[in-house]
């Protein structure tokens, strides 16, 4: 999108020119400080710039308009947030022309309108810095004074010290909400495709995933099936630990159990095992140990046999790898450690010839302003380390997948790993913040129920299969203990074994803030109350009964609406309550781009089961006689019921659920 594009310049140059008001600034008051004669040139460029700024920054402010209205006018659920927020700094920068980066808070207030601006009171104190005297609701009432008319806001009012309360057009909310079941769920509007690495999950190779790859992997598969949604270009990749000193030990294990591994391949069902004996071998003999560093070196100098022992090893892993993925549904491509060997070397050259390798104790490392600790590039012994590769990575990843974002899932404690990481490869020229977004998505470890590290009784780390085992166990227990088994087919008690086992274990993860522990526990999860997976589940299923009661098809309530021209019923409160609250999903959606943390998607989904209780309860979309037989089907409340069914579809999707119609 070219205005897209103009927009992404204005901005950078508006942010260069900042900092060199600032770098001039500073240098002024050194110049003052020190005593010296008036800088009277640096006074002069100053002005220049700040001149300049103020009309990069007023064509900005002009651009950020004209796209919102361009996506607005797109085929895309319109974000009411962002569209307020426009037109409250449309009025803004009318009524305080002085003021361009004045802050502009709009937030959803349904206790007091619909949503409330509660920009008054910082800029009064903005104009109170600069000598301007006034109070906040007086600036309240000018900024209503200037506020643009749009077919979205039916009134504003200012309410005590200078909050501006916002009421929505009902006519707004009608047609947004026969948009959403004319052309479905869609995605808001958010400027240019962009093509997105998300690094997740990433379990040892020769080693099992346990509890600890959950978070990585569930996360991480969320937050590419969000930025899929949105339209954007996304790269799933499995960053494997595939090479090492660890595969020498492997290799020659492997050499001494299956000596006929080249011609027949090996039976090695249970790898974990196979690991924990060539470690014992290694800790324990010195002439294993010996030939286990001698693979090593054949390994990476690409000896053939050498390397058909490495792969064989890696299939075995990548098989088991792949039943979890399998089961939970996750899509991920493998690119391990040993893709970037080769690219490692070119790093270390670059590096070396940039002068940005310092000598340390025989290591090589380099510092990046902000960063405490140093990141080890090159080891004493000629050796590369994980900060190496993850410098390799990300340099292939900007400048060979040309990726416009990066996306890092790991646990919280590699946060400053990964801001090192970050600081040395801007440093070093390897991506530019103005134009590659990188981020690390750090998450909390997993607690068990006697809030310490989960582990099994033996003290050991829970295998994942074995995790999920156990959720399919006690989902169908639950399901037994519900009687569902006498009203479902096999099928579809299946289905909804599956869907509610799998489903908790994501849904418990993902409706916690990431950046906090959570405690796993199969009974919390599995209640069918409060914010748990089950409950939604269940709601949902609830929803789409409805229309089956009635006896009415997807395909009849299509034709049905068509024939009759009808719309969304919106007269009773809880009608326009509930049609409201499913306007706001593309706010959702926006804010979770921002900050990725998807429980507030979670939250979003568990206040429309409960408005949608409360529709329920007062609005009848089904009419019965006291024989059980119906009498009236309000078509337009079964229209309102499909709309919310198919944003919490939506939202099932985004997080990685299996609804099923029947539970």
């Known amino acids: 999108m070219e205005i897209g594009k103009r927009l992404d310049e204005y901005t950078a140059r508006a942010n260069r020119a900042e900092q060199q008001i600032e770098n001039l600034v500073k240098e ?20 220049k710039l700040k001149a300049e700024n103020q009309r990069l920054k007023y064509r900005l402010n002009v651009l950020k308009r004209a796209v919102a209205k361009e996506l607005n006018n797109s085929d895309s659920m319109r974000n009411i947030n962002m569209q307020l927020v426009e037109l409250f700094k449309e009025a803004i920068s009318t009524a305080y022309p002085d003021l361009p980066d ?89 400027g240019r495709k962009k093509r997105v690495i998300v690094d997740f999950s990433s379990p040892n190779i020769a080693k099992e995933m346990h509890v600890g790859h959950l978070r990585s992997t569930i996360i991480g598969e969320s937050i590419c099936r969000l930025l899929e949604f949105l339209g954007h270009d996304v790269v799933r990749l499995n960053h494997v630990g595939d090479w090492g000193t660890q595969f020498g030990m492997l290799i020659a294990h492997l050499q001494d159990e299956f000596p006929n591994y080249l011609t027949e391949s090996p039976p090695i069902s249970d790898l974990m095992s196979f690991y924990k004996q060539s470690k014992t071998r290694f800790d324990s003999d010195e002439a294993f140990k010996s030939r286990a560093y001698q693979c090593v070196v054949k390994l990476q100098a690409h000896e053939p046999d050498y390397l058909k022992a490495w792969n ?74 994980y900060d ?16 416009d974002w990066l996306v890092y899932v790991t646990d919280s404690g590699q946060s400053t790993h990964f801001q090192s990481v970050f600081a040395c490869a801007k ?34 780390t829970v295998r994942l299969v074995e995790l999920l085992d156990e959720g399919l166990k006690r989902s169908l227990d639950k399901l037994n203990e519900k009687e569902r088994g006498k009203v479902l087919s096999q099928g579809e008690l299946d289905a909804a074994q599956s869907s509610v086992a799998y489903g908790c274990i994501k849904y418990s993860d993902l409706c916690h803030n990431r950046n906090h522990e959570y405690v796993f526990s199969f009974d919390k999860m599995l209640e069918d109350k409060g914010n748990t997976a089950v409950y939604m589940l269940y709601a949902y299923t609830r929803i789409r009964s409805i229309a ?3 006896q009415v098809t997807d395909e009849d309530l299509v034709k049905i609406r068509k024939e009759k021209n009808l719309h969304v019923s919106l007269e009773h409160e809880k009608e326009v309550k509930l049609g409201k609250l499913l306007l706001r999903f593309p706010e959702v959606i926006t804010r979770m781009t921002e900050d990725l943390l998807l429980h507030s998607l979670c939250e979003f989904m568990y206040e429309v089961a409960n408005v949608f209780t409360e529709f329920y309860e007062n609005c009848y979309c089904v009419e019965k006689n006291p024989a059980g037989e119906i009498v009236k089907v309000n078509y337009e409340r079964l229209l309102l019921c499909d709309a919310t069914a198919n944003v919490l579809a939506a939202c099932f999707h985004i997080l990685g659920l299996k609804p099923v119609q029947r539970m």
């Open 28 to 47: 002024l008051e050194s110049l003052k400080s020190g005593g010296s004669a008036p800088a009277t040139e640096a006074s002069e460029e100053e002005s």
């Open 102 to 190: 004045a802050p502009c808070p709009v937030l959803p207030s349904p206790k007091f309108g619909d949503y409330q601006f509660n920009g008054a009171m910082p800029i009064n104190g903005l104009l109170k810095a600069s000598g301007v005297k006034t109070s906040p609701r007086d600036i309240a009432n000018k900024i209503v004074e200037n506020v643009p008319a749009s077919d979205l806001i039916e009134k504003l009012e200012v309410a005590g010290p200078g909050f501006v309360n916002i009421f929505i057009k009902k006519s707004f909310v009608q047609a947004e909400l026969d948009a959403l079941i004319e052309k479905g769920v869609r995605a808001p509007g958010l």
């Open 427 to 460: 440093r070093a020229g390897y991506y530019d913040p103005e134009q590659v977004r990188v981020d690390h998505v750090g998450f909390g470890v997993v607690l068990g129920e006697d809030k310490k590290k989960f582990k099994t009784r033996s003290g050991d």
């Open 388 to 403: 190496t590769s993850d410098l390799a990575a990300l340099r292939q990843r900007v400048e060979e997948e040309k990726a």
């Open 312 to 385: 064989l090893i890696c299939d075995v892993s990548r098989r088991e790898f792949q039943k979890v993925y399998d089961r939970l549904e996750v899509t991920i491509k493998e690119r391990g450690e040993s893709f970037y060997q080769d690219r490692m070397n070119g790093v270390v050259k670059d590096l070396n010839k940039k002068k940005l390798l310092e000598e340390d104790e025989g290591r090589k490392v380099m510092f990046a302003p902000g960063c405490d600790i140093p990141l080890t590039v090159v080891k004493s012994d000629g050796g590369y380390t």
């Open 548 to 550: 089956r009661t009635a």
